[in-house]
C-alpha cells in the first residue's frame, strides 16, 4: 500500500515540456490588427482622392457656374427693356427684347457716330454734368468706358505700362494716360503719367516716369484691365516688351540692340 501511495505521489513529466516551462505563444489577434491598419490606410487613402476630386469638380465649376450665372443675369436684365412692349403686343419670345436691345445699342453708336448725335449727345452731357452727386457717377463711368473704348482719345488709357514701384528691384502694372516734357537747364526730360490702381480700377496713384524707366509689355489696355480686376490671377506667364517682339518679328537679333 505504501509502494502504490509513493507511485502515485510522482508527477508526470514529458520530453518536450523544456523544464516544465510553458513554450512560447504568438501575441493573440496580431493578424486582425494588421487587417485593420491595412483597411484604416486604404480608407484614408480613399477619402483623401475623393477629397481631392471634388475639389478639383468645384474648381472647375464654379468659374463656368459664375459665367453662366452672369450671363443669365445680364441677358434678362437687356431683355426687360423692350419685353414689356413686346408683352403689351401679345408677344411672348423668351431673347427677343434682348436682341432688341444689342440692335438698339448698335444704332445708338451709328447715331452718336454723326454730326447730329454727337451735338445731342453733347448737350446731354452738358445737362448731366451740371446735376449734383450725378455728375460723378457719369464721370466715373464714362472714365471706365472710354479706358476699353475703341476710339482712344484723350482720357483713354495709352498703353500698359510696367514701372519701377515702390522700390527699385519691385514692378507694379500701370496705365499711360499723357506725356508730358519738363524742361531743365541741360536738357528736356519726357516724361509719362502712368496711372498705378491701388483699390480698384479707378482709386489709385498717378506717377510721372521717364519714359526710357518703362517697359511697355506687349499687352492691350482690356489685358491689363483684367490683370488689374482679377488682382493678377488672368496674368501670363510670359510677358515680353513691345521692342522685344517688333525686333524678333523683323529678325533681328537682341544683341545687337544698343
Not at 515540456?17 to 483597411?39: L, M, V
Not at 482720357?155 to 519738363?182: C, D, M, N, Q, W
Not at 506687349?218 to 516688351?241: A, D, F, H, K
Amino acid at each position: 500500500m505504501a509502494e502504490e501511495k509513493e507511485s502515485t505521489s510522482i508527477p508526470l513529466s514529458h520530453p518536450d515540456d523544456n523544464g516544465g516551462e510553458d513554450p512560447p505563444k504568438s501575441p493573440p489577434h496580431s493578424k486582425s490588427s494588421s487587417n485593420s491598419s491595412t483597411r484604416e490606410a486604404c480608407c484614408f487613402v480613399l477619402q483623401s482622392w475623393v477629397s481631392k476630386k471634388f475639389i478639383t469638380g468645384c474648381v472647375v465649376l464654379f468659374p463656368i457656374a459664375v459665367t453662366f450665372f452672369i450671363t443669365w443675369w445680364l441677358m434678362q436684365f437687356v431683355d426687360g427693356f423692350f419685353s414689356p412692349l413686346y408683352a403689351h403686343l401679345g408677344v411672348d419670345i423668351f431673347g427677343l427684347g434682348f436682341v432688341t436691345s444689342l440692335v438698339f445699342v448698335f444704332f445708338v453708336g451709328v447715331f452718336v457716330s454723326s454730326w447730329i448725335g454727337s451735338t445731342i449727345f453733347w448737350l446731354g452731357e452738358w445737362f448731366i454734368k451740371r446735376m449734383p452727386f450725378v455728375k460723378h457717377l457719369y464721370s466715373a463711368s464714362k472714365q471706365i468706358s472710354a479706358a476699353i473704348s475703341p476710339d482712344q482719345n484723350t482720357t483713354a488709357f495709352k498703353e500698359v505700362a510696367i514701372i519701377h514701384h515702390p522700390r527699385v528691384g519691385e514692378y507694379a502694372f500701370g496705365f499711360i494716360t499723357s506725356t508730358v516734357i519738363l524742361q531743365r537747364d541741360n536738357e528736356d526730360e519726357e516724361l509719362c503719367s502712368v496711372f498705378v490702381p491701388t483699390n480698384h480700377l479707378y482709386i489709385g496713384d498717378i506717377f510721372l516716369v521717364n519714359s526710357k524707366d518703362i517697359i511697355r509689355p506687349n499687352l492691350s489696355i482690356r489685358e491689363g484691365i483684367e490683370i488689374i480686376v482679377s488682382g493678377g490671377m488672368t496674368m501670363p506667364q510670359m510677358i515680353s516688351p513691345v521692342e522685344r517682339v517688333v525686333h524678333q518679328n523683323e529678325g533681328i537679333p537682341l544683341n545687337r540692340m544698343v
